[in-house]
């Protein structure tokens, strides 16, 4: 099979297990990013298949070519470090060509490839600048213009964007998927920002405790979570806990129609805040007490109490909803827009 395939990859420290039967089929062209809080272990995934850490069980397969343990220098990869990792030393030509000059690559060919890589990210005529003379945006760009001018099989990104303030942070977004997309080379993307994966991602890999918990298309993970983990985790969802009374499905006490009937103890219904929908006090669902009001400006975020668990509702300013903090207010949702989870 073409592409990077994981098969139960594992590395323990000792007695911490960071990463835990991990398999994943990544065709190739295909833009993937692992997401998960802190210590989920995607940082150690993506060192093992770089090749700067050894699987302590498993196998790496690139393009059908067993490479788990080959060494990195010959695993035909770029990387993008969190740190960057630029030479001080150098200026951008220097930095971009680090790599053709050490594997022997004539000045001619030197000079054209650095030409074309800087018009590709944006920065011709920067070739003579010193690295210090660059932006945090400008320094994100050489680097990916490095990783990629051996023309790597596979591009690796470690939290490439941290550092970058939230507004160029979006843009580079954009930048990288269009990149990625015009030069249809393999990608993964390490990163704990769940809008990035969700702006950049044709797969996004939910990762926690050391395993994949999820891995599927963004629209799929956001409708469609697999566990209260993956639903908590990407982006902001309600988790209603469920109870079955005469074979019916109920919150709080209160039936709720169109719901199948939990098949076990500690599930839960997933609701997205968009997907809650406001109603005068008595009607609807589930009735609560609003607690806070949050006005975002493109978004109003109403806080609700029941039962001793806080839900949110989200509408756009043109449906605000017309509640107070104190007021107690009805709400409801399509059945079809709330999926049954289990923790």
């Given at each position: 099979?073409?592409?990077?395939?994981?098969?139960?990859?594992?590395?323990?420290?000792?007695?911490?297990?960071?990463?835990?039967?991990?398999?994943?089929?990544?065709?190739?062209?295909?833009?993937?990013?692992?997401?998960?809080?802190?210590?989920?272990?995607?940082?150690?995934?993506?060192?093992?298949?770089?090749?700067?850490?050894?699987?302590?069980?498993?196998?790496?397969?690139?393009?059908?070519?067993?490479?788990?343990?080959?060494?990195?220098?010959?695993?035909?990869?770029?990387?993008?470090?969190?740190?960057?990792a630029?030479?001080?030393?150098?200026?951008?030509?220097?930095?971009?060509?680090?790599?053709?000059?050490?594997?022997?690559?004539g000045?001619?060919?030197?000079?054209?490839?650095?030409?074309?890589?800087?018009?590709?990210v944006?920065?011709?005529?920067?070739?003579?600048?010193?690295?210090?003379?660059?932006?945090?945006?400008?320094?994100?760009?050489v680097?990916?213009?490095?990783a990629?001018?051996v023309?790597?099989?596979?591009?690796?990104?470690?939290?490439?964007?941290?550092?970058?303030d939230?507004?160029?942070?979006?843009?580079?977004?954009?930048?990288?998927?269009?990149?990625?997309?015009?030069?249809?080379?393999?990608?993964?993307?390490v990163?704990h920002?769940?809008?990035?994966?969700?702006?950049?991602?044709?797969?996004?890999?939910?990762?926690g405790?050391?395993?994949?918990?999820?891995a599927?298309?963004?629209?799929?993970?956001?409708?469609?979570?697999?566990?209260?983990?993956?639903?908590?985790?990407?982006?902001?969802?309600?988790?209603?806990?469920?109870?079955?009374?005469?074979?019916?499905?109920?919150?709080?006490?209160?039936?709720l129609?169109?719901i199948?009937?939990?098949?076990?103890?500690?599930q839960?219904?997933?609701?997205?805040?968009e997907?809650?929908?406001?109603?005068?006090?008595?009607?609807?669902?589930?009735?609560?007490?609003?607690?806070?009001?949050?006005?975002?400006?493109?978004?109003?975020e109403?806080?609700?109490?029941?039962?001793?668990?806080?839900?949110?509702?989200?509408?756009?300013?043109?449906?605000?909803?017309?509640?107070?903090?104190?007021?107690?207010?009805?709400?409801?949702?399509h059945?079809?827009?709330?999926?049954?989870?289990?923790?």
């Amino acid at each position: 099979m073409s592409g990077l395939v994981l098969s139960e990859v594992r590395k323990h420290f000792g007695p911490v297990h960071a990463v835990e039967d991990v398999s994943l089929s990544v065709p190739n062209g295909t833009f993937v990013c692992m997401l998960g809080p802190s210590g989920c272990g995607k940082t150690t995934l993506l060192r093992m298949i770089a090749g700067l850490e050894e699987p302590t069980g498993g196998s790496i397969l690139l393009d059908g070519r067993d490479i788990t343990a080959v060494p990195t220098h010959r695993r035909e990869l770029g990387m993008v470090f969190q740190s960057l990792a630029l030479f001080p030393h150098l200026d951008v030509t220097g930095n971009i060509a680090y790599a053709m000059t050490i594997r022997g690559v004539g000045t001619a060919e030197k000079k054209r490839r650095v030409g074309e890589l800087l018009e590709m990210v944006h920065m011709a005529g920067y070739g003579d600048r010193s690295v210090a003379q660059l932006s945090g945006g400008q320094r994100q760009r050489v680097a990916i213009a490095r990783a990629l001018a051996v023309q790597p099989k596979l591009f690796l990104l470690d939290e490439p964007l941290s550092a970058l303030d939230a507004k160029l942070r979006e843009a580079m977004q954009v930048e990288l998927r269009q990149l990625q997309e015009r030069l249809g080379i393999t990608t993964i993307v390490v990163t704990h920002d769940q809008r990035e994966a969700m702006t950049m991602a044709d797969q996004v890999v939910v990762m926690g405790g050391g395993r994949i918990r999820q891995a599927a298309s963004p629209v799929e993970i956001y409708r469609h979570p697999a566990d209260a983990f993956v639903a908590d985790f990407i982006g902001s969802t309600n988790l209603i806990p469920l109870a079955v009374e005469n074979g019916t499905a109920t919150a709080f006490g209160k039936p709720l129609p169109g719901i199948a009937a939990p098949a076990r103890d500690g599930q839960m219904l997933s609701v997205r805040p968009e997907d809650i929908i406001l109603a005068p006090a008595g009607e609807g669902a589930l009735t609560g007490t609003v607690a806070f009001v949050r006005d975002l400006g493109a978004t109003i975020e109403t806080f609700i109490d029941i039962g001793g668990h806080r839900l949110v509702a989200a509408s756009s300013p043109r449906d605000r909803p017309a509640v107070n903090v104190g007021d107690e207010t009805g709400l409801s949702f399509h059945a079809g827009n709330a999926v049954v989870v289990t923790a």
